[in-house]
């Protein structure tokens, strides 16, 4: 889970905590995390003036929401990053589900 904020109106989002959540589903191929885990993070987070601005995860395949992300993203209206492995190589893409869209994001990393 990315914890931050969004800066501006909406055109920047800051990342200021990772906080690494258990595959509850103990799979390679799909994920799911605890809900009791997540509302302890999230209201944490909330004490800290945080908000939930991403979700991290990867893929065994191209970078792109499966159909099982795209029933997430639409009760986790944030931003989706996902990192495409295959073999040694790694590519990251960023999305959002908005009005039934799949929008590209785009992610800078700052050091």
């Known amino acids: 889970m990315l914890l931050g904020s969004i800066q501006g ?3 920047r ?3 200021k905590r990772v906080v690494e959540m258990e595959n509850v589903e103990q799979s390679a ?4 995390i605890d809900p009791e885990r997540e509302y302890q993070v999230l209201e944490a987070a909330a004490q800290d003036k ?3 601005v991403g979700i991290f995860h990867s893929h065994p395949a191209p970078p792109y929401p499966s ?3 795209l029933q997430f993203m639409e009760h986790n209206p944030c931003t989706w990053v996902i ?3 295959r073999g040694v190589r790694h590519t990251l893409k960023a999305y959002q589900l ?3 869209h799949v929008l590209d994001v785009q992610v800078q990393t700052v050091g």
């Open 83 to 85: 990192d495409g492995i």
């Open 50 to 52: 945080l908000d939930l």
């Open 13 to 15: 989002v800051v990342v």
């Open 29 to 32: 191929s799909q994920f799911a």
């Open 67 to 69: 159909v099982r992300d």
């Open 9 to 11: 109106k909406g055109a």
């Open 98 to 100: 908005i009005a039934g």
